[in-house]
Nanobody, 126 residues
């Protein structure tokens, strides 16, 4: 039902900030748990953050806790990832994903998600 398009990536320096957006088409956005995942060059795709249907709960990878914030605006059909204090190891393609009525904990550890976006590149130079 929902299709996802990411934007907001770019080239930044260590310590800079970026805000990624994931815009969903479709009429059932508020029925999906949403998440951000990333894949660095030569690495497997990894969990970054997940958020519940109404935005009340969130789960973060240890590597981004205290630096990244996931949020959503269901009226805009959009999920955001605010990334602060960026490090070179954050360099990756960032993908948003959707799972129907899933807990944030379960979505963070599963690899088979209902819907994926095409990704946006984030590059952090040192």
């Amino acid at each position: 039902q929902v299709q996802l398009v990411e934007s907001g990536g770019g080239l930044v320096q260590t310590g800079d900030s970026l805000r990624l957006s994931c815009v969903a088409s479709g009429r059932a956005f508020d029925q999906y748990t949403m998440g951000w995942f990333r894949q660095a060059p030569g690495k497997e795709r990894e969990f970054v953050a997940t958020i519940s249907l109404n935005g009340g709960l969130a789960n973060y990878a240890d590597s981004v806790k205290g630096r990244f914030t996931i949020s959503r605006d269901n009226a805009l059909n959009t999920v955001f990832l605010q990334m602060n204090s960026l490090k070179p190891e954050d360099t990756a393609v960032y993908y948003c994903a959707a799972d129907r009525l899933l807990s944030v904990q379960t979505m963070s550890v599963e690899t088979d998600h209902d819907i994926w976006g095409q990704g946006t590149q984030v590059t952090v130079s040192s």
